[in-house]
DNA sequence: GTCTATACGGTGATAGAC
DNA sequence: GTCTATCACCGTATAGAC
């Protein structure tokens, strides 16, 4: 693939997650990437809007593999899960508190203002949510269950990953872990 | 109270809430609320930091306020916080996506950005929660799992709210209602 | 394809008249 | 206290040389 692209992409990932898309700024991203001016515009004719989509489309398919690795390291769905989200919670830690990935930060900015990141974005979500149904689903939840059990995971995770940014600390995050652990059990087939 | 200032807040509130921090303006404020821009920082120095977390706290006691109310709806704290965060559905899809307050997107935005802010909105989301738990502890759940049960709680709103806001639906944080009355009830005492 | 210089609008903030 | 005029700066985007 070709470097100097990549390396855009990658900067912008690394900022947006960090500050949020309206806070960063193209001349940042091409300050930490290294690239020129021009090379930018030659990669991503539509701007900032382009990139970002960029960037969330591959943040999205890194972090769809590594849930997917992450939940198949045990056979019970309910402990791979809380176990996965104990990991985010280190991870936000170590990352002094950037997110779980550029995906947060945009969809809540631009819900409603920009037409073509919702879209990256509903994707992103329905793919993540489509992992957590595959693993419940393939352990003896019903689909629909498995469905809607999917969609409180990702919610649940969201928020709480809001709340240990906010609180800078993995503990809430943690604790919503137990307490979903408990919600699924309570659901199990 | 002063009139002009309280105009301002209200702009505030509303434009952040729909857009975000970082992509308002002070001129958009200032348009919005009709206040001339001498005034802005006349009542509010520090200036759009200062306004913001006006905003927040003034937004937080509002909405700590409904949930109290909206709790004292039913005797069943589990019923109760069910339609409370249907209801929390339904005003989102009636604002057009707006999501529930300026809070959340302070959050995401300014969690490792500004001192100032990220303290108020720690200090909202602990309010918030506290009202959840005093509901649960109200109706027998030990104190220690009242407390968190109430940031579960908080955590699944949040993350509900962003999943309909990027689906311009109600649907996903009504379904989190449901699965989250599942999860309370499996927790009671 | 890569890079520089620049355009133009909007940003948050201030000074000072009234 | 209220308002206007204006500041210096940074935002995205483009033009055009190499």
Redesign the pocket.
């Known amino acids: 693939m ?4 990549d390396q855009i992409i990658q900067a912008t990932r690394s900022l947006v997650e960090k500050q949020g898309y ?9 300050r930490l990437s ?18 970002a989509q960029e960037a969330i489309s591959q943040t999205t398919k890194e972090v769809v593999g590594r849930i997917r690795a992450n939940l198949a390291l045990f056979d019970d769905p309910v402990e791979a899960i809380q176990v996965f989200v104990s990991r985010i919670a280190d991870h936000i830690e170590l990352s002094q508190f950037s997110s779980g990935g550029p995906l947060t930060a945009v969809a809540m900015e631009t819900a409603t203002s920009s037409e073509r990141l919702n879209r990256a974005c509903r994707e992103a979500f329905a793919a993540i949510q489509c992992a957590f149904a595959e693993k419940l689903a393939a352990n003896g939840y019903a689909p629909e269950s498995a469905a809607q059990l999917a969609l409180f995971i990702t919610a649940a995770i969201e928020g709480g990953t809001l709340l240990s940014r906010t609180a800078h600390s993995g503990d809430p995050l943690r604790r919503v872990a137990e307490v979903l652990a408990l919600a699924l059990r309570s659901a199990r087939p």
């Open positions: 070709n470097t100097t692209r309206h806070a960063t700024g193209m001349n940042e991203i091409l290294g690239a020129p001016k021009g090379s930018l515009y030659y990669y991503f004719p539509d701007g900032k809007e382009e990139l």
